[in-house]
């Protein structure tokens, strides 16, 4: 009896296991429709569930626990593997949901409408496995600023994948980052309609702020100046330049009348969302050096503030710092992803590199010759575009927002620490401007289990243990926009960098958090 109930066990199970390869074969792998995608899952669940019923049976048999039920554990384990990876691969199909959020945050030409972000993120509740996609965090804050669907009378839609647990919710940081962008917006907005508009006051309130960050530039310059002369070093003539642009009074007052002008155009300040000193320190000083660095490539070498080198393939334009760093970062041109494959030895990922190296180069800088040939720039215009844009698509861009950010003044470590570093280029419509380029640069960090403040005025800079729940980001999204030199005071072409929304984030967890 017992010998026939092994026989059936394994039988049952050895057509599970046939079921799980014919279907990676067929979905995984050769489908990339939403329809295959979810009706794969369903199957998955039904398996799972047959395998269960077998797993309760073979548990009433105490004789056949050990190998036997072993084996279906393992079953079970490689089922929920397929059902994860079919998640991942469902998200992937539905990306450009995500991406169309986050647009709705960003806006039109760097203006966000009220009524657009809070259709879109009633829109994206209403996707399919929404509350694993967005976590069910983010939804019940949702539902309490009244733009969730049991606020709006949606009923919630199903999920294939259901028991399915993450840690990370792929979509909840943009869409908590919509919420929080909403509740300003209709604020407002009601004020907009009763005819008062706060922007003047808040320009003057935080004006002493502006002045202040640029007096904070000016002493460490003049600090790392007198350290230069102590230690009887010479500086080299760009750091002299930086010098020189950022003490004395006149540089303070210059930086923060541009600033004050910055923040009137700046959606995140204009529409009255709340901003924390750090906030505003981070999203004022990467416009600042932002538009320094472009402003840098039209400047004579002997004025310039960096000594970056800039080569190519079908141009001499391209930051040599982009080439050199290719390999460790995600990359998107105009939607085209790029990631270096993985390599089986050491050998095979040095060619690798090379080799993708070389055809992310030639893809952008093909991207942004038609784009300067679109804009009707000269050779010059050209040449400045493609190196004020690639100097951001660089660890130059990242040392801008380490910089300025809260995620900069901590150093992280750990055996599990991993780094993602992501660069999306594309075009947009900037209105009056005309055609403009449009970069998002970010950095993630997770899996560490140390930090160390690395300000200086902390009393306490030794190392600090945490969870390895604990992440930092930082991210910026930049606008490039040109203009003919028949428009210009100079009669040379320009381009200009403006920031349209920057996003700081620091989530350190105490050890014992699990």
């Known amino acids: ?231 009887g070093q010479r500086p080299s003539p760009q750091k002299v330049n930086f010098w020189e642009t950022h003490i004395g009074l006149e540089n303070i007052e210059c930086h923060a009348s541009r600033s004050r002008l910055f923040l009137q155009s700046f959606d995140d300040f204009r529409s009255g969302q709340h901003f924390s000193q750090e906030q505003l320190r981070f999203a004022v000083l990467v416009q600042h050096f932002v538009s320094q660095d472009t402003m840098d490539v039209r400047r004579l070498p002997e004025k310039r503030m960096h000594d970056d080198v800039f080569e190519g393939i079908l141009t001499r334009s391209v930051n040599a710092q982009l080439i050199t760093d290719a390999h460790r970062a995600e990359w998107a041109i105009e939607g085209n992803g790029f990631i270096v494959p993985k390599a089986e030895s050491d050998e095979e990922r040095k060619q690798l590199i090379a080799d993708f190296g070389a055809g992310l180069v030639t893809a952008l800088e093909e991207f942004l010759l038609s784009f300067c040939e679109r804009r009707q720039l000269s050779v010059r215009g050209t040449e400045h575009v493609i190196q004020a844009v690639t100097t951001q698509m660089s660890q130059c861009g990242l040392a801008n927002l380490d910089r300025c950010s809260r995620v900069g003044q901590y150093m992280v470590g750990g055996a599990r620490l991993k780094q993602h570093v992501n660069y999306n280029i594309s075009c947009m419509d900037a209105g009056p401007l005309g055609d403009a380029l449009k970069l998002t640069l970010g950095c993630l960090k997770k899996g560490f289990d140390f930090f160390q403040p690395t300000t200086g005025t902390s009393e306490d800079d030794s190392p600090h243990c945490c969870d390895p729940n604990s992440r930092m980001y930082q991210c910026a999204t930049l606008r490039f926009t040109t203009k003919l030199g028949l428009e210009t005071p100079t009669g040379e072409d320009e381009v200009s960098c403006d920031v349209l929304d920057v996003y700081d984030e620091v989530r350190i967890c105490d050890p014992q958090t699990m």
């Open 1 to 231: 009896m017992h010998t026939e109930g092994v026989e059936a066990f394994r039988r049952a199970a050895q057509q599970i296991l046939s079921h799980i390869k014919a279907k990676r074969q067929d979905g995984l792998v050769a489908s990339t429709k939403l329809l295959t995608c979810v009706a794969m899952q369903s199957k998955v669940v039904n398996l799972r569930q047959d395998l269960q019923n077998i797993m309760d049976e073979v548990d009433k048999w105490p004789q056949l626990i050990s190998d036997n039920r072993e084996s279906c554990d393992d079953i079970m384990e490689r089922l929920h593997q397929a059902s994860l990876s079919l998640f991942h691969h469902f998200t992937d199909l539905r990306q450009h949901i995500e991406v169309e959020l986050r647009e709705a945050t960003i806006g039109d030409q760097g203006v966000v409408e009220c009524c657009r972000l809070e259709n879109k993120i009633v829109d994206v509740q209403r996707e399919l496995a929404s509350s694993l996609l967005l976590g069910e965090h983010a939804l019940e804050l949702a539902e309490k600023a009244g733009v969730g669907l049991r606020a709006n009378g949606i009923p919630e839609p199903p999920n294939p994948w259901e028991g399915l647990t993450l840690s990370e919710p792929p979509w909840e940081a943009s869409f908590l980052r919509a919420l929080r962008k909403l509740e300003p917006l209709r604020r407002n907005l009601h004020l907009r309609r009763q005819g008062y508009d706060p922007l003047p006051e808040r320009l003057d309130t935080v004006e002493p702020l502006l002045r202040g960050f640029f007096e904070e530039l000016h002493a460490r310059c003049e600090e790392e100046k007198l350290q230069y002369a102590q230690a």
